[in-house]
């Protein structure tokens, strides 16, 4: 036996129509007086919702901050490519170019994308939560396009991404050259005095000639 009952999209703390299933066996009779005989049976209820509604909402909320991404991606190319002309390194530059557009690219998707991944995701659980009524559930896993499964697949996107952001940056601070110089600034070595310790020397050996 299994009861299904739905939230009604379109009106607030409101179900449809529960759906009541049997599944029937045949059994014999003398099996009611029978005391020492068990018969096997079975009682599900799922109460789910339907999340069009909000995966809709989520879709806009995507295309908003992958557009914010893609604008944040092109200022910190554009102001790499300023410091790193492609006239000083022109047999590389490409290279480069492409190794730290991916970089970019997987560095701001992840961060801004996880910002909007735990905001979505704590809405849902506060809201589920401090609901008096039903009116919001939480998505259901092993059902067909399931809520929970697109979740699950975004959260290993930006898992991903993330790692891979971090394994190009240790690669690039591995391959850097680091010099470390000591600067002494022109007016301040002006001030220096120099003495010339032969000078003095000799001028004393000429005033005291016996010694």
């Known amino acids: 036996m299994r009861l299904t009952v739905q939230m009604d999209p379109g009106k607030e703390e409101r179900i449809r129509k529960p759906l009541l299933e049997i599944d029937y066996r045949t059994y014999k009779t003398d099996i009611i007086t029978d005391l020492s ?17 909000f995966e809709q909402s989520g879709e806009i909320i995507v295309y908003v901050f992958n557009a914010l991404v893609l604008l944040v991606v092109a200022v910190r190319m554009y102001y790499w490519i300023k410091m790193n002309p492609p006239r000083y390194v022109a047999r590389h530059w490409g290279v480069s170019f492409g190794m730290k557009l991916l970089l970019v690219i997987c560095d701001v998707w992840s961060n801004i994308m996880f910002t909007v991944y735990f905001a979505v995701t704590s809405y849902w659980f506060i809201m589920y939560k401090m609901q008096s009524n039903a009116y919001l559930l939480m998505p259901q896993k092993n059902i067909e396009n399931s809520t929970y499964d697109i979740f699950f697949v975004f959260l290993c996107l930006i898992i991903g991404t993330k790692t891979l952001a971090v394994f190009m940056t240790i690669l690039n601070q591995t391959k850097a050259d680091i010099f470390i110089m ?18 003095n020397a000799n001028a004393q050996q000429q005033a005291n000639p016996n010694n």
């Open 182 to 199: 000591d600067w002494e600034k022109y007016e301040s070595m002006k001030l220096v005095e120099i003495v010339d310790t032969s000078a």
């Open 37 to 53: 005989v068990e018969v096997p049976a079975s009682f599900y209820f799922d109460y789910y919702e339907e999340g069009a509604a």
